[in-house]
């Protein structure tokens, strides 16, 4: 979880502690000890760290951690990089003016921390794990019959029914032993391979449970997911705005001299063709081998036509000799 190299990082702060004349350790001031035993869990593209301790480490690209935990950060990682640092480098290594001043700036730094976890503040979903050690019968016979989760909800010891008392903490049970949490993949296949990949992996996946409709799947992946991507980078790229390469200054119009009029550097662009035509091939393929219906498919060829009439030049065409006969 944590990197040899950052523990560096802690000590450069340190040092510039001691420069500062801060206290390291006093009556009642036992920060610095403390500091180097306790870690900050920091979920992706939050602000809010939650104090924790590490009891061990994993060959896993992943972090295990108390459900109260996970639920307290307000965020699931969905494969996204997780932090766990050292409290003392949150505490010593922080000050606003590293932050940028830019939309998102104030992400992924620990501007508060939540010293104490309680049950009834965190996420709901957290609620819902159950913590018995084996399962009434009354359960499986409604499993039989297909009945509504809520009818079992008493036969089912949860955490939500344990809010405001002492056992919300403590006799959590299990049905079924491991000799290792980790005794699994060590890595995520979501963070592996192209996005086609993944993607037909999961519909490969579909296609072995009775219980999914494939064809209703693949619908909700364009309209949902892809057809919006596409849409949205589409209008961007007709209001970005253009970087400099050297300085970094964004312009909303291309400048007269063509430079960037602050140091003289290169212009690009923010959004590019690649980014807006990226899942269209993608779309096409997957709409044609599973059953999607015409409307679908056809929003699918209009925007297609609109990327087209984007791109594509009219006037400028790449012909060959035998295109004239």
Not at 23 to 45: D, E, I, K
Request: aromatic fraction near 8%; hydrophobic fraction near 40%; charged fraction near 25%.
């Amino acid at each position: 979880m944590v990197q040899p190299g950052s523990f560096a990082v802690p000590l450069a702060g340190l040092a510039a502690a001691f420069a500062k004349g801060l206290p390291w350790t006093g009556s009642g001031n036992w920060w610095l000890l403390t500091s180097l035993v306790l870690f900050l869990s920091l979920a992706p593209h939050t602000s809010g760290g939650v104090l924790c301790r590490l009891i061990g480490y994993t060959p896993a690209k992943a972090c295990f951690a108390h459900p109260y935990l996970i639920a307290a950060r307000r965020r699931n990682c969905d494969s996204d990089e997780d932090c766990v640092m050292l409290l003392l480098d949150g505490l010593v290594n922080f000050s606003r003016s590293y932050l940028p001043d830019k939309r998102g700036g104030l992400m992924d730094a620990p501007l508060v921390l939540s010293t104490r976890v309680d049950p009834n503040e965190i996420d709901k979903e957290a609620h819902n794990v159950d913590l018995g050690t084996s399962y009434a019968y009354e359960v499986y016979e409604a499993a039989r019959r297909y009945a509504h989760p809520r009818e079992v909800e008493k036969f089912v010891d949860r955490v939500g029914s344990r809010i405001g008392k002492d056992s919300q903490y403590e006799g959590f049970g299990f049905t079924h032993s491991v000799g290792g949490i980790d005794a699994s993949p060590l890595v995520s296949a979501y963070g592996e391979g192209t996005m086609e990949e993944k993607l037909r992996k999961q519909l490969g996946l579909m296609a072995k449970i009775r219980a999914v409709d494939v064809n209703d799947v693949v619908r909700k992946i364009v309209v949902h997911h892809l057809l919006p991507d596409m849409i949205g980078n589409l209008g961007q790229f007709s209001k970005q705005m253009l970087r400099c390469v050297k300085c970094n200054n964004n312009f909303r119009r291309i400048p007269l001299s063509g430079k960037c009029p602050e140091c003289g550097g290169n212009l690009t662009l923010t959004v590019h063709q690649a980014s807006v035509r990226k899942y269209l091939e993608l779309s096409k393929r997957i709409s044609e081998e599973y059953d999607v219906s015409n409307y679908l498919k056809q929003r699918i060829g209009l925007l297609e036509e609109a990327m087209d009439s984007l791109f594509t030049n009219d006037k400028t065409k790449d012909m060959k000799l035998d295109d004239f006969f």
